[in-house]
């Protein structure tokens, strides 16, 4: 048992907070998003709004994850498991990725056209 | 036995049971929803057609992410009160937890059933066009009305099958009392159905026959035709007697006795007259085949029989055709055994349709068991009387032109029109217009294909076919764009004030594609009210820009029953011919990867938020034993239940600015 009762008694008053704080960042992740004041890099949605969302989104996540899900006293092998977890998410990602970045398929400077085309016109 | 290490922790990871366990699942969640986003991110970049931008309402999604931070906070504070054994209060905050659970469920079903009712149509031109799909419904005198409520249609429908049975019932009555007979009332097949209505996206055939592929008539597509008959007062008959051989030993005899063609002939002549004469059933003859006798009414039971007896016939067939080729690959290996297969094989005569023919030994006898017989594959009726029919679009092969006269399913059943003395009873395609009310339309990726070309998008929209004059209501849409242009270059004027120009002097601010391209709902509700306003208001001035809907209006989307939508007209009408329809879809995955990746990724988070409600209900309903007995071990076991919550509200952190906000 790493918490003890009386160390959960005073931590309840974190968690209502840590609670508070992430409703608050939800409300500034949409009004980043909605309010034309708020608006960093080319009008409308472009890189710079998809990177200041999803470091909003990453910070509320870190948050849930180190004090609600104990991670930040948890002990190694949680650790190790989530970073295999993470990995092989990335290997996931990666080999997608590798996937769309092939020449032959997809066509390159150097390769020339690939052979896959978007159709010119769709009809059901 | 006692389960060690649900309690105490292992001395060597410091670890209870469960807690393993459950990061070890949750890692693997984390690959299952990582690759998903990682989906999402490649059909994002890498998509041939203009992604739907913020193209859902952000209010649910956002209550949403309140409710299920909320329940990840009550669901830590039920997890301390075991902890701090207090059983009342445990159980007070779980049960908050489920029901936050039960909201975010019911936000969810509302923003799903929105979205399967949304209608949106891409044009052959790639105008895209959203709405809310009319109905229509086909009166007793073949007349087709249409209307934007289905209530409506439905009400329509019912009055005039109303009408038609009064006047039916009078007639029967008045002939009734002619021939001095008791008028007991109108027999229910007699009567016309009513409450027959369909959706405006859908095709209307009227087909003189219509021709079933025996090995692939859909049952349900079957049972559909054959009950809108039945609504109509019409049915579906056979025209002939029609003979199906399925086995060979009707067809030639067995080897002892067989059968020469002309036997067969004469044979076949007399069983059509004797069962022609006799009952009007769908008779079995000998083994395997079947006789159809002409005016038998159509049924799925009786396409299934005619299958079974076809499908043994083909069988039939590929054996004879496999056992012939055997025979003579075995001659020829006999004959020229030192020759490879390519040197033997011109004298194999591996081309079976020559030999196929009637067999004869050296008699000159016929044998038997070596013939194909002539198979039945698809079954022919006729529409007595040629009534329209109701298509979904997505029943049909491919585009139905009015020129065809025909109507491919995809299960091969073909609906033909009538020709020469039926063509009009039965004219095939009728004018099937998709009739919508019209929240959106969007030309980007109609900009984008003219940026292909290389012609002005300007051009190319202003050429379309919605504001030509074949389209009845193009007034209104050309008035529309028109007032939408002028808001947009009043914005390009407002960024470049504002913003200034680079170098090169290009603006270093410019309106998205969206907003040049799409009208969205916001923007007809907007430009209604401007001309409702007698265009006092123009684009420059705060009163204009006042009249445009909060991004909060509209809870699960434009709402065409708003009242002041309603009076405005805000949403224009629109009927699309059916040749100018290239797709038609509800917001579904059928209409792009978007959608298709969106209900993956909501629906499965979905399905893992009613499985944690269901793990903590059984926490709170079903564990006062194991409290009393070992409440450590509870609160363990809730912790980790709680370490799933935690999860699943990470997961919706993530997915509501990428889907909602991006």
Known sequence: MADTPEDIKNAQKKYLLIGLILFIFTVVTVAVATVPWLDFGEHGFDGIDAVIGLLIASVKATLVGAIFMHLNHEKRTIYGLIVLGVLMGLCLVVLTGWAFIDPIEYGSPVEGDGFYNPPETVNQ | ?662
């Open chain 2, 1 to 662: 036995m006692e389960i060690p290490y649900t309690v105490t922790a292992r001395k060597d990871t410091g670890l209870f049971n469960s807690k393993v366990g459950i990061w070890l699942f949750l890692a693997s969640e984390v690959m299952l929803f990582g690759g998903l986003f990682s989906g999402y991110v490649f059909l994002r970049i890498y998509s041939d057609y203009p992604w739907p931008e913020r193209a859902l309402p952000i209010v649910p999604g956002l209550i949403n992410t309140f409710v299920l931070i909320g329940s990840s906070v009550t669901v830590v504070f039920a997890w301390a009160s075991l902890k701090m054994r207090q059983w009342r209060r445990f159980q007070i905050f779980m049960g908050i937890t489920i029901a936050c659970a039960g909201m975010f469920m019911v936000l969810k079903g509302i923003e799903y059933k929105a979205k399967w009712g949304h209608q949106a149509v891409r044009m052959d031109d790639f105008t895209i066009v959203e709405g809310h799909t009319h109905y229509g419904a086909i009166m007793s005198n073949g007349e087709v009305q249409h209307f934007q409520k289905k209530d409506k249609a439905k009400e329509a429908a019912k009055k005039d099958a109303e009408a038609y049975n009064k006047e039916a019932e009078a007639r029967a009555k008045a002939a009734a009392q002619t021939k001095g007979e008791d008028f007991a009332g109108l027999p229910d097949d007699q009567k016309w159905q009513a409450g027959d209505y369909f959706k405006a996206n859908t095709l209307l055939f009227q087909p003189d026959t219509v021709e079933f592929s025996l090995a692939r008539a859909h049952r349900n597509w079957v049972n559909d035709l054959v009950a809108q008959a039945e609504k109509r007062q019409s049915s579906f008959v056979t025209g002939k007697d029609i003979f199906i051989y399925g086995d060979i030993e009707d067809y030639s005899g067995s080897a002892e006795k067989p059968k020469s063609n002309d036997e067969r002939g004469r044979e076949e002549a007399k069983l059509i007259k004797e069962y022609a004469a006799a009952e009007k059933m769908p008779r079995k003859l000998g083994s395997n085949s079947l006789f159809i006798p002409a005016g038998t009414p159509l049924s799925y039971s009786l396409l299934k029989e005619a299958r079974e007896v076809y499908l043994a016939g083909r069988s039939h067939n590929s054996e004879t055709r496999t056992a012939i080729l055997r025979d003579n690959w075995k001659r020829v290996k006999e004959e020229r055994p030192d020759d490879k297969y390519w040197e033997q094989a011109p004298d194999a005569q591996i081309d079976s349709a020559s030999q196929l023919d009637e067999q004869l030994d050296e008699a000159g006898k016929v044998t038997s068991g070596s013939k194909v017989i002539s198979i039945v594959s698809t079954l022919s009726f006729r529409m007595d009387p040629p009534q329209p029919l109701v298509i979904k679009r997505g029943w049909v092969k491919r585009p139905v032109k009015e020129s065809d006269g025909k109507a491919e399913l995809k299960d091969d059943t073909a609906l033909n029109a009538g020709t020469n003395g039926r063509a009009e009873v039965a004219p095939g395609l009728l004018e099937s217009p998709l009739a919508l009310s019209v929240d959106a339309v969007d030309f980007r990726w109609m900009a984008q294909k003219a940026e292909e070309a290389s012609k002005k998008p300007l051009d190319v929209i202003e050429g379309s076919w919605i504001f030509s004059d074949e389209n009845k209501h193009a007034g209104t849409y050309r008035r529309l764009w028109k007032l939408h242009k002028k808001r947009i270059a009043h914005l390009e004027e407002r960024l470049k004030d504002k913003y200034g120009t680079d170098e090169e002097g290009n603006p270093k601010r410019v309106p998205t594609e969206t907003e040049r391209y799409r009208m969205g709902w916001q923007d007809l509700v907007q430009y209604a009210r401007v001309e409702n306003d007698g265009q006092r208001a123009v684009p420059g001035d705060a009163a204009f820009d006042d009249l445009r809907p909060k991004f909060y209006h509209g809870f699960a989307g434009p709402n065409h029953k708003d009242e002041e939508i309603h009076k405005l007209h805000a949403f224009p009408e629109l009927e699309i011919p059916h040749e100018k329809v290239s797709l038609e879809s509800m917001f579904t995955p059928k209409w792009n990867t978007y959608y298709a990746i969106y209900f993956t990724l909501t629906g499965l988070h979905g399905l893992h938020v009613i499985g944690g409600a269901i793990v903590l209900a059984y926490y709170l309903f079903c564990s006062k034993g194991l409290y009393r007995r070992n409440p450590e071990w509870l609160a363990n076991r809730v912790e980790v239940g709680g370490l799933f919550w935690h999860f699943v509200d990470l997961v919706w952190i993530f997915l509501f600015p990428i889907l909602y906000l991006m």
